[in-house]
């Protein structure tokens, strides 16, 4: 995605660079929806909730500090706080957050609506399906309560129905029709594809 906003000025036409950000929102959907139907839920949480950079800002000091994704605040802070002083304490007292980047699919959402360049329809799928994730996440949870290995193994043959209807099972489907488009518009100019507005079209 980085690799594409930085080419922007370079891609032939407006229609191929939003065609292009929506095959990259729907590896996106794809790779989410599986992290959770297999219970993956911190991975799926990393492209759905968790923001991709998160600066400390110290009082007193120019250089904020990045935060690592997986490692506990109180131990990336203990060399920076006052010796004996309780690190969560001092964090409260004397630190603040900084979202530099928000989670990779919501902040792709807010891209591609405020372009104003793709179908109602089209935006309107990638909400349901953004929805649907965090209804299976819900689900996934809520199940490895009772057993950490679902929704993988712990199903009797009576669930297996309701279970498999709050998976995802998304698939390619979307990404390949707008690759089709991208490689029609690269022929065409004038080529319509329905994943844009019909006054961009």
């Known amino acids: 995605m980085e690799q594409l906003e930085s080419s922007g000025e370079l891609v032939e036409s407006v229609q191929i660079y939003w065609l292009s950000m929506s095959r990259v ?84 959402y807010d891209m591609l609506k405020g372009a104003d360049m793709l179908s109602d329809s089209y935006i309107s799928s990638v909400y349901s399906r953004m929805q649907k994730i965090s209804h299976t996440m819900t689900c996934i949870m809520q199940g490895q309560i009772m057993d950490p290995n679902y929704p993988l193994s712990g199903v009797i043959p009576e669930e297996k129905e309701c279970v498999e209807a709050n998976l995802c099972r998304y698939n390619r489907k979307k990404f390949h029709q707008i690759g089709m488009d991208i490689d029609w518009l690269l022929n065409d100019e004038y080529y319509c594809s329905s994943f844009l507005k019909s006054e961009v079209r």
Not at 37 to 57: C, S
Not at 61 to 68: G, L, S
Not at 85 to 92: F, K, Q, S
């Open 25 to 108: 929102m729907e590896l996106a959907l794809l790779c989410a929806g599986n992290y959770a139907d297999f219970g993956q839920i911190r991975e799926a949480g990393d492209l759905m909730v968790n923001p991709r950079h998160t600066e400390v800002h110290i009082d007193g000091t120019w250089e904020p500090v990045r935060v690592k994704r997986y490692e506990r605040m109180t131990e990336q802070f203990t060399d920076h706080a006052p010796a004996g002083t309780n690190v969560g304490e001092w964090l409260r007292d004397h630190t603040h957050l900084v979202h530099v980047k928000d989670p990779l699919i919501p902040d792709l």
